[in-house]
């Protein structure tokens, strides 16, 4: 059975940083991995993803400023989350795709199969 349980969510000033990290088991192989926000009101988006080949993208808001990795050896997903605005203030979610797409297209919450609980991140100004 995979599980994956976010941690390091906080709350932080605008310009701080915070880490999350992923930590994953049952989950032998996969496609992509990527993190996933959401506030209230507002759709689930796409925030960073990393596949399994290590190509990562990352959503315009967030270029420049946050940057996902991966310790295989702890079998955890990171994302660092650097010069935090308002903007940035959801509930943060880790997701992992088992599925095969034809396209390659993994930036759509659409294509994972498996998600954590997610962990909150406010940022005040």
């Known amino acids: 059975q995979v599980q994956l349980v976010e941690s390091g969510g906080d709350s932080v000033q605008s310009g701080g940083s915070l880490r999350l990290s992923c930590a994953t088991s049952?989950?032998?192989?996969?496609?992509?991995m990527g993190w996933f926000r959401q506030s209230p009101g507002k759709e689930r988006e796409a925030v960073a993803a990393r596949t399994g080949a290590g190509v990562k993208t990352y959503a315009d808001s967030v270029k420049g400023r946050f940057t996902i990795s991966r310790d295989n050896t702890k079998n955890t997903l990171y994302l660092q989350m650097d010069n935090l605005g308002s903007e940035d203030t959801a509930m943060y979610y880790c997701?992992?795709?088992?599925?095969?797409?034809?396209?390659?297209?993994?930036?759509?919450?659409?294509?994972?199969?498996?998600w954590g609980q997610g962990t909150q991140v406010t940022v005040s100004s």
């Open positions: 997701a992992a795709a088992t599925r095969y797409f034809n396209d390659g297209y993994y930036f759509s919450s659409d294509r994972y199969n498996h």
């Open positions: 049952g989950l032998t192989w996969h496609f992509s």
